[in-house]
């Protein structure tokens, strides 16, 4: 039996879950009392010798499991499983790609806070009902379905560590399902609107310019768009794009598209080592505040835009992947917005069956 303040308590001996607790089993008449081994953190169960259907009895149990409370919390208030001991260190240990970890590192920060209003110190003290909590929480404090669902299955990815480490028997917070809402879908951009994009960076500085002129062109990603010009070939019209979705390693992290000639004329106009400076995420929101006040978009609509023209032109999905380094038709296809109109531009170039 359980009750629930800050935190989930046995009835019986009203302690923490991550301290010494009884429990009874189906197999046998008495107390059992689970408790962590101090010399190695392990838990540890043993039987009281004491029968859970006599009053007296039972506060013996009750006894024996204060006292062992009362040792585990000598060595340790909640024992070292305490989320703020260890988390920080084994994100920076696990996550080596920086952006990786700042990415996760902000989703813990958001986690955290929520764990510290609802007192909750220890992944012994996480219960199923929490998953609700969370997303409820962070609904109210602006975060879509999606972010959120994302955090709490983060979040459920740090409970599995803590399972590993021992500091905890189980992982609630993996039997929570959530809903995924349909992503918003990237609009396509037209010629008009290429245009109105283009002058509304023609007074911005010039990384943005150029960004806008790579994505435009290529279909390449934001930050993709940094480009080292020893990686720019005018000789051969080829430039070299580093995926930043693949894995160092991968055989094809760096790939070759074919340049332009009017993105050539204009990169050869560049100065410095890189067509933009290394551009971040701050950068990123920057670019996408000035497309969206022009045209209701963010650069992603730059790759969608790009692979549909790719289709419309009768590129073969194999062509269009390869200029954009997809590797699965399934992801490709999310970004095609082919319409109707160009259906029936399709349908026209079929042959009839023969009329018998």
Not at 121 to 139: E, L, N, S
Not at 189 to 194: Q, V
Not at 223 to 250: C, L, T
Not at 265 to 279: A, F, N, Q
Request: glycine share 6%; charged share 30%.
């Amino acid at each position: 039996m359980w009750e629930y303040g800050g935190g989930w308590r046995c009835v019986l001996c009203r302690k923490n879950t991550t301290m010494a607790f009884l429990r009874k089993t189906s197999k046998s008449a008495f107390w059992v009392l689970r408790f962590r081994d101090l010399d190695t953190g392990r838990w540890r169960e043993e039987s009281t010798k004491c029968r859970h259907d006599d009053a007296k009895e039972t506060r013996a149990a009750q006894r024996k499991c204060q006292k062992a409370s009362e040792r585990e919390s000598e060595v340790s208030p909640l024992g070292e499983g305490e989320f703020a001991r260890w988390v920080p260190g084994y994100l920076t240990a696990h996550y080596t790609r920086p952006n990786s970890l700042k990415r996760y590192d902000a989703a813990w920060q958001r986690i955290a806070e929520w764990l510290r209003l609802r007192n909750l110190r220890h992944p012994g003290q996480v219960r199923y009902i929490h998953a609700a909590d969370f997303m409820d929480w962070r609904k109210e404090n602006g975060a879509s379905q999606n972010t959120a669902r994302l955090e709490l299955k983060f979040f459920s990815f740090v409970m599995r560590e803590a399972m590993r480490r021992e500091f905890t028997e189980e992982n609630p917070i993996a039997l929570a399902k959530v809903e995924r809402t349909p992503a918003k879908e990237k609009p396509e951009l037209s010629d008009d609107d290429l245009l109105a994009a283009r002058g509304a960076f023609k007074t911005r500085p010039q990384w943005m310019r150029t960004a806008f002129e790579i994505c435009a062109h290529i279909g390449c990603r934001f930050a993709e768009s940094s480009i080292p010009m020893s990686r720019v070939d005018f000789a051969d019209g080829v430039i070299w794009v580093e995926d930043s979705k693949r894995k160092e390693g991968d055989s094809r992290k760096l790939y070759a598209v074919p340049m332009p000639e009017r993105l050539s004329s204009y990169l050869r106009d560049l100065k410095g080592e890189r067509t933009t400076p290394i551009l971040t995420g701050e950068m990123n929101r920057t670019f996408n505040i000035v497309l969206k006040k022009a045209v209701g978009a963010t650069s992603h609509s730059l790759r969608v835009s790009f692979i549909s023209r790719c289709h419309r032109a009768g590129l073969s999905e194999s062509q269009a992947m390869r200029l954009v380094n997809h590797s699965t038709r399934m992801v490709h296809r999310i970004y095609s917005r082919l319409s109707l109109d160009d259906a029936r531009v399709a349908m026209a170039r079929v042959a009839p069956p023969p009329i018998g």
